[in-house]
């Protein structure tokens, strides 16, 4: 029998007896005492293991259910690295952890929060990746919210049905582009959960204020429309006008059930959908798009760490963005803001940036570019081979969103250690096996020189003999922080001024010898600290410029932050009582009389 199943046993025995038992509780017998139902105590939000002390046990009537022995939180901890490290592969270890959180909701987060570095490949990018390919085989349970194209005219209804009243932040996904794999479909649920998992890890985020959504809307892959274990929407996807009124429908409904303040963090759409969606929400909702949004702000503080070392002036370097989709077009927008913000006219700002995608650069002669690419586009001859183009311009900056593995050959690499001193390649491509070159690859062919940072974590490498520790230009840098601040001010909406804040945050964040190293970025060890960091910046902004929505403003931003975070430790789970005075009481006797006729009681 499953726990969830003994759980419900038990309490219908529970209700049972109390139907069952007299209603005079004088007359009970010890035995016959109704106890509190046992799933509020066992449940994983409230459920301490082996943590609950005896009298806990005893008083919420749970003893027995556990063997006779205590552990502390941080022996608790350590039996949990235990079993995560025992696994033999990381796919094993995201399971083994899906297992944890539905059983000991707390225990899991400060597992999360104490190992960042052993976990991060696992509940985030590489293995989520692996994890939602094959998700149909791996889902247990509720997770998060499935609402399908089916549901329209019903959405709210859908999603009132999740058990929590206090959603503060909503995580939304249509499955169209996971990282780089392409349209997964409703098998994208993993990347929401995995998301708002990082919301509590870093910046801890009550659990239970955090939604993640998945809008089924159909997929296009073949192979999973053929797949008997596909758990989504068996149907092509839906398009245009139809997909457009479902979004709206779906936003309508966030706010009408849990209020303006709502943040919504879009995921994984598509390059059209997630461009038109973030300018069709951005000044009327509380929402941002993390490809776009969260890797811009992640992207330019890399390119401003880069400035820190090289010693050279942002509009200087010759940057080259391999992809035009929204991770490299986020990062080229934000750019040109920061470098607008330097006084600088468009036509200086774009003269040193090129955007090549996959049909080569983009020029002003070319009939298929998109909107927000035009501005970029040169006046110059089309040229379709990458390696051609970094031989020509000569960039100092060459940065990868393509997830086209391999694209950045030992050809573009050794031009690039050729012409800089100190080259920055960024390969942004999620997951590993999508990355345009390898750590090691960057640094053999630079001679060591490069300053190198990618999406996915690669391991340290030796070149001549002085050991290299590659960036990870990881989102987990960002969003954690961006939405822990705009919840602190309540903001309604979130204006582009916040992800220069949380770039120029973060590019500040590294001490001078990390930067002298080459390290343009935190470790993955210094991520909740970096969150904290970049929320108190983001929570200042909002409430500077008037943007928040709490009164009176915090005196002491950081403290008021920290005061209002989730618990990481486990509380006691008895209330403590309070003494009361012997109150006054009137005896009852069977002469008592009724009021009179003509003092009307209502019922």
């Known amino acids: ?126 293995t989520v990746g692996v994890a939602c390919t094959i998700f149909g085989m791996i889902f247990r349970g509720p997770m998060g919210m499935y609402v399908t194209k089916y549901d329209r005219g019903h959405v709210a209804q859908v999603l009132r049905n999740w058990p929590e009243s206090d959603i503060r932040a909503v995580c939304v996904t249509d499955g169209e582009r996971i990282l780089g794999l392409g349209d997964l479909g409703a098998n994208g649920m993993g990347i929401t959960v995995g998301k708002l998992e990082l919301y509590t890890a870093l910046s801890c985020v009550p659990p239970h204020q955090l939604l993640p959504v998945c809008l089924d809307v159909g997929t296009n892959n073949e192979e999973l429309l053929a797949d008997p274990m596909y758990i989504g ?72 760490a880069v400035e820190r070392i090289t010693k050279k002036k942002l509009s200087d370097h010759v940057i080259v963005f391999a992809g035009a989709g929204s991770a490299a077009m986020g990062v080229a927008s934000l750019l040109t803001k920061e470098l607008k913000t330097r006084k600088l006219d468009m036509e200086r700002i774009v003269k040193n940036i090129y955007v090549f995608d996959h049909n080569g650069l983009i020029v002003k002669s070319r009939k298929d570019v998109a909107p927000p690419i035009q501005p970029y586009a040169k006046d110059m001859p089309h040229i379709t081979a990458l390696d051609e183009l970094v031989e020509k311009v000569k960039p100092s900056i060459l940065l990868g969103a393509t997830s086209i593995a391999g694209l950045f050959s030992e050809k573009i690499l050794r031009f690039m250690g050729a012409n800089n001193e100190r080259p920055a390649i960024f390969a942004f491509s999620n997951p590993t096996s999508k990355a345009e070159c390898t750590a090691e690859q960057a640094y053999a062919f630079t001679e060591g020189r490069a300053l190198f940072s990618a999406g996915s974590p690669f391991p340290p490498v030796v070149v001549n003999g002085k050991r290299m520790t590659p960036g990870q230009a990881n989102n987990c840098f960002a969003f954690p922080g961006i939405g822990l601040g705009v919840l602190t001010a309540n903001a309604k909406t979130i204006p582009d001024e916040i992800f220069l804040m949380a770039a120029h945050t973060l590019a500040q964040y590294p001490e001078e010898d990390a930067i002298e190293s080459g390290r343009l970025y935190p470790k993955a060890t210094e991520a909740k600290d970096v969150a904290l960091t970049v929320a108190v910046a983001v929570a200042q902004y909002l409430f500077d410029n008037d943007l928040g929505q709490v009164h009176p403003v915090p005196e002491n931003l950081c403290k008021f932050i920290v005061e209002n975070l989730y618990e990481l430790c486990n509380g006691d789970s008895l209330v403590e009582p309070w003494k009361y005075p012997d109150l006054p009481r009137v005896p009852f006797t069977k002469d008592y009389k009724i009021p009179a006729e003509d003092v009307k009681i209502s019922f």
């Open 1 to 126: 029998m499953s726990l969830s199943k003994f759980y419900f046993a038990v309490n219908q025995r529970l209700q049972q007896t109390q139907s069952q038992n007299p209603t005079n509780n004088s007359r009970r017998h010890h035995h016959d005492i109704v106890r509190a139902p046992v799933p509020s105590v066992l449940a994983p939000k409230n459920n301490k293991g082996l943590n609950f002390t005896m009298e806990e046990r005893q008083r919420l009537h749970v003893h027995g259910l556990f063997p006779v022995a205590f552990r502390t939180m941080q022996e608790q901890v350590f039996a949990v690295a235990a079993n995560f490290h025992a696994r033999a592969s990381n796919i094993g270890r995201y399971r083994y952890l899906r297992s944890l959180r539905q059983r000991h909701e707390r225990l899991y987060f400060r597992f999360l929060s104490e190992h960042l570095e052993d976990v991060l490949p696992v509940i985030y990018t590489p």
């Open 233 to 304: 929407t068996r149907d092509r996807r839906i398009r245009g006008r139809e997909y457009d009124e479902f979004v709206d429908e779906f936003m309508q409904a966030v706010v009408e059930i849990w209020g303006q303040r709502t943040l919504i963090h879009f995921e994984d759409f598509a390059t059209p959908n997630a461009f038109m969606l973030l300018e069709r929400y951005q000044h009327k909702y509380c929402c941002f798009n993390d490809d776009i949004q969260g890797t811009a702000a992640v992207g330019l503080a890399g390119l401003l």
